[in-house]
């Protein structure tokens, strides 16, 4: 703080590609999951993550860039802090 340097955290779930973003991650660590949860279909993968937060939102790269906008724009005097990018999971650890 004293060399004006703010440490805070983007803490998203389940990112997926949106129009012409697109996410390499799902295509590496997709199947594994899909496996895991004895899904066959990628639609059912991204319908899986939707569904089991709060707000039923799913969740794309603009939402988290959102978030890191607004800590590199200073809005607020904040540091040490995280935001959740997750659409409210209710087994997380309380924020």
């Given amino acids: 703080a004293g060399f ?8 998203p779930d389940a990112v997926f590609s949106e129009g012409k973003v697109k996410s390499g991650l799902w295509e590496k660590i997709g199947p594994e999951r899909m496996k895991q949860r004895g899904i066959t279909d990628e639609k059912e993968l991204h319908e899986y993550y939707r569904s089991r937060n709060l707000l039923k939102a799913r969740i794309t790269a603009q939402h988290v860039a959102n978030a890191v906008l607004f800590f590199i724009t200073r809005q607020t005097p904040t540091t040490g802090a995280t935001i959740p990018v997750d659409g409210g999971l209710p087994d997380a650890t309380p924020r």
């Fill in 4 to 11: 004006d340097i703010r440490v805070n955290m983007v803490a």
